[in-house]
């Protein structure tokens, strides 16, 4: 028995080795007593009254470590026919890592899919992982019966048993259930969602990119019109803007009534060891609207090469873009008088005449930090001499760029400032609720969501299509690991707990879009990190909490302006004088990790 309750690695087998033990030893004792003898009574008696001490005061730590978990199984579902109501074979489990037995005294069954409420009571004793059988009768309502399907909520009413103390402490247990009653065979669901779960860019007319209609046609409608010459889009990271740009370029490519050549690349591609940064951006404008001719046709990419006197017969296919660049910016120093002239150039071919030259750039705000860099990687005056070749007479380059939600604090530095008033800004948030809507129901079109729980993952995301996309990945592999294809809030609230908690749960990284920003920012990712900790501690249960209420280690005046900060990012919402984050899902995160 002492080697069970020493080694025992299941509850049960260290409680029947606790219970023999404390048995064999107040057995033991009153002998002892009754018939003393000098080792006895001296030696033996203190020693068994010293070990019932230690193996009580041992179990009694024991049975703290890990609460009971009650847990509900359907185990059959009678089919609907002619009846109003349909019987239930409900399995009842104490969890099976559970320190402690408990006592099940009643089960109430409510919902507002029954016509009435079903209180059943119950009369038996769970050790870890067993079990209690249980027939329920559910009488439906008439939506429930037209839709076969019923969310029900399971209230168990039960004893929390103490051994070590002799404790018997009531507690109780919600669980909800979503039942199908429509009996057909399931059919795995497609995880659409899972490709792009990660944050991957989506390209231009993929079907899995919904939304940002408004945004798209007011761009497109003024890189058309010529009425707005350079449009900065920016947001949190992870917000859809790569995405956003390869939409906006695919329908300016398809516009029938324009010649629109279109150019895109990434700053973040600059090399580490590149040497001359200025002329990487300005060179790859140029590399990049080349590339835009030569997707309109080979025959326009043909007329540049012949027009420059380069014969194409003479060089490697994968340096005609170096071979074209380097007519131009190999004999000028300054790189921005060579674009210059490429542009200036192309106007005089016959097939790009008239034609818009519009260049996408994403991760923009990178230059900022290439600015901001200790070795000034760029020269502040970057910008004033980018928006002098704009508006240069007979350059008709657009741009379009995507940036970081760090973006303003670039437009604001003093340098920029007045080259940033001749952008067009259009701060990108998260999806409407239509349109989250849209993308959580779409992908999965066989999929039932009962009593509107897609707007419960609605509520968890905020319209994140990044958080959406990770919810709904684990939410299909949830519904197809038990072969459901019904969605209730107990699936919901299932999988939002496994996001959240466990060895599923996200990675911190998962959440910086939310906690850290860009390169170059002054505020820092701990301040962020203890201010929003601070918040989602005091709207657990939801609403806003006021800045009075957050107990954060920094100065008044830099919680002021960490959270000044962090509702310009859109982080957090703001009503009167209270706050509130906007993913709800990082709220259940951060308060359990």
Same mark, same amino acid.
């Given at each position: 028995?002492?080697?069970?309750?020493?080694?025992?690695?299941?509850y049960n087998v260290i409680r029947d080795a606790y219970n023999n033990i404390i048995l064999k030893i107040d057995a033991i004792i009153p002998n002892l007593i009754d018939h003393p003898t000098e080792i006895g009574y001296e030696t033996i008696l203190p020693a068994l009254r010293l070990l019932k001490k230690n193996v009580r005061s041992k179990f009694e730590e024991i049975e703290q470590r890990v609460d009971p978990t009650i847990l509900i199984e359907i185990i059959e579902a009678v089919g609907l026919e002619e009846a109003n109501s349909t019987e239930l074979e409900v399995e009842i489990r104490n969890s099976g890592d559970s320190a402690r037995n408990v006592h099940i005294n009643s089960m109430k069954v409510s919902s507002d899919d029954?016509?009435?409420?079903?209180?059943?009571?119950?009369?038996?004793?769970?050790?870890?992982?067993?079990?209690?059988?249980?027939?329920?009768?559910?009488?439906?309502?008439?939506?429930?019966?037209?839709?076969?399907?019923?969310?029900?909520?399971?209230?168990?009413?039960?004893?929390?048993?103490?051994?070590?103390?002799?404790?018997?402490?009531?507690?109780?247990?919600?669980?909800?259930?979503?039942?199908?009653?429509?009996?057909?065979?399931?059919?795995?669901?497609?995880?659409?969602?899972?490709?792009?779960?990660?944050?991957?860019?989506?390209?231009?007319?993929?079907?899995?990119?919904?939304?940002?209609?408004?945004?798209?046609?007011?761009?497109?409608?003024?890189?058309?019109?010529?009425?707005?010459?350079?449009?900065?889009?920016?947001?949190?990271?992870?917000?859809?803007?790569?995405?956003?740009?390869?939409?906006?370029?695919?329908?300016?490519?398809?516009?029938?009534?324009? !010649?629109? =050549?279109?150019?895109?690349?990434?700053?973040?591609?600059?090399?580490?060891?590149?040497?001359?940064?200025?002329?990487?951006?300005?060179?790859?404008?140029?590399?990049?609207?080349?590339?835009?001719?030569?997707?309109?046709?080979?025959?326009? *990419?043909?007329?540049?090469?012949? !027009? #420059?006197?380069?014969?194409?017969?003479? +060089?490697?296919?994968?340096?005609?873009?170096?071979?074209?660049?380097?007519?131009?910016?190999?004999?000028?120093?300054?790189?921005?008088?060579?674009?210059?002239?490429?542009?200036?150039?192309?106007?005089?071919?016959?097939?790009?005449?008239?034609?818009?030259?519009?260049?996408?750039?994403?991760?923009?705000?990178?230059?900022?930090?290439?600015?901001?860099?200790?070795?000034?990687?760029?020269?502040?005056?970057?910008?004033?001499?980018?928006?002098?070749? +704009?508006?240069?007479?007979?350059?008709?380059?657009?741009?379009?760029?995507?940036?970081?939600?760090?973006?303003?604090?670039?437009?604001?530095?003093?340098?920029? !400032?007045?080259?940033?008033?001749?952008?067009?800004?259009?701060? #990108? !948030?998260? #999806?409407?609720?239509?349109?989250?809507?849209?993308? +959580?129901?779409?992908?999965?079109?066989?999929?039932?969501?009962?009593?509107?729980?897609?707007?419960?993952?609605?509520?968890?995301?905020?319209?994140?299509?990044?958080?959406?996309?990770?919810?709904?990945?684990?939410?299909?592999?949830?519904?197809?690991?038990?072969?459901?294809?019904?969605?209730?809030?107990?699936?919901?609230?299932?999988?939002?707990?496994?996001?959240?908690?466990?060895?599923?749960? *996200?990675?911190?990284?998962?959440?910086?879009?939310?906690?850290?920003?860009?390169?170059?920012?002054?505020?820092?990712?701990?301040?962020?990190?203890?201010?929003?900790?601070? =918040?989602?501690?005091?709207?657990?249960?939801?609403?806003?909490?006021? +800045?009075?209420?957050?107990?954060?280690?920094?100065?008044?005046?830099?919680?002021?302006?960490?959270?000044?900060?962090?509702?310009?990012?859109?982080?957090?919402?703001?009503?009167?004088?209270?706050?509130?984050?906007?993913?709800?899902?990082?709220?259940?995160?951060?308060?359990?990790?």
């Amino acid at each position: 028995n002492l080697a069970d309750f020493n080694t025992g690695h299941k509850y049960n087998v260290i409680r029947d080795a606790y219970n023999n033990i404390i048995l064999k030893i107040d057995a033991i004792i009153p002998n002892l007593i009754d018939h003393p003898t000098e080792i006895g009574y001296e030696t033996i008696l203190p020693a068994l009254r010293l070990l019932k001490k230690n193996v009580r005061s041992k179990f009694e730590e024991i049975e703290q470590r890990v609460d009971p978990t009650i847990l509900i199984e359907i185990i059959e579902a009678v089919g609907l026919e002619e009846a109003n109501s349909t019987e239930l074979e409900v399995e009842i489990r104490n969890s099976g890592d559970s320190a402690r037995n408990v006592h099940i005294n009643s089960m109430k069954v409510s919902s507002d899919d029954l016509v009435e409420d079903n209180n059943i009571n119950i009369d038996v004793q769970l050790s870890a992982g067993e079990d209690k059988l249980i027939n329920v009768e559910l009488p439906l309502s008439n939506n429930a019966i037209e839709e076969r399907i019923a969310e029900v909520e399971f209230v168990i009413e039960y004893d929390d048993i103490y051994i070590a103390t002799e404790q018997r402490i009531p507690r109780s247990s919600r669980i909800y259930k979503t039942i199908n009653f429509e009996i057909k065979p399931f059919i795995e669901i497609d995880n659409r969602f899972r490709q792009w779960s990660g944050g991957e860019e989506l390209e231009s007319g993929d079907s899995m990119f919904y939304g940002r209609d408004t945004i798209i046609n007011n761009v497109q409608n003024a890189i058309l019109a010529g009425t707005k010459n350079q449009i900065a889009i920016y947001g949190q990271k992870r917000s859809g803007k790569s995405s956003l740009l390869n939409q906006i370029k695919g329908r300016l490519e398809l516009d029938e009534s324009h !010649s629109v =050549i279109c150019g895109k690349f990434n700053l973040q591609g600059l090399p580490a060891n590149e040497l001359n940064p200025e002329r990487w951006i300005l060179e790859s404008i140029a590399i990049s609207l080349l590339r835009g001719i030569r997707k309109r046709g080979i025959k326009d *990419l043909k007329s540049v090469l012949t !027009s #420059l006197s380069i014969d194409m017969t003479k +060089i490697d296919k994968d340096k005609l873009y170096e071979s074209i660049i380097s007519k131009f910016f190999n004999e000028e120093s300054d790189a921005f008088k060579s674009l210059g002239s490429f542009i200036e150039y192309l106007n005089t071919i016959d097939e790009l005449q008239n034609s818009h030259f519009v260049i996408f750039i994403d991760e923009f705000t990178y230059l900022y930090q290439l600015i901001k860099d200790k070795e000034k990687r760029v020269n502040e005056d970057f910008m004033r001499r980018w928006i002098a070749l +704009i508006e240069t007479p007979g350059i008709n380059l657009q741009a379009i760029v995507a940036a970081q939600d760090t973006f303003p604090h670039f437009m604001n530095e003093s340098y920029a !400032s007045n080259c940033f008033n001749k952008f067009s800004k259009e701060p #990108l !948030s998260y #999806l409407s609720k239509e349109e989250a809507l849209q993308l +959580i129901k779409n992908p999965i079109k066989d999929v039932i969501f009962h009593n509107h729980s897609d707007e419960l993952i609605y509520d968890y995301t905020s319209g994140s299509a990044f958080f959406t996309q990770i919810f709904c990945t684990r939410l299909v592999d949830y519904l197809n690991s038990e072969k459901s294809n019904v969605v209730g809030k107990e699936e919901v609230e299932i999988v939002a707990e496994r996001l959240c908690t466990g060895t599923q749960r *996200l990675e911190k990284s998962t959440f910086e879009c939310l906690t850290k920003e860009a390169d170059g920012s002054d505020f820092n990712e701990e301040d962020n990190t203890k201010v929003l900790k601070a =918040i989602a501690e005091n709207t657990r249960a939801g609403g806003h909490v006021d +800045i009075e209420a957050l107990d954060v280690d920094v100065s008044k005046e830099q919680l002021i302006s960490v959270l000044d900060n962090l509702y310009a990012r859109r982080v957090i919402s703001k009503q009167n004088d209270g706050y509130s984050i906007n993913v709800k899902l990082f709220v259940k995160w951060i308060l359990n990790n």
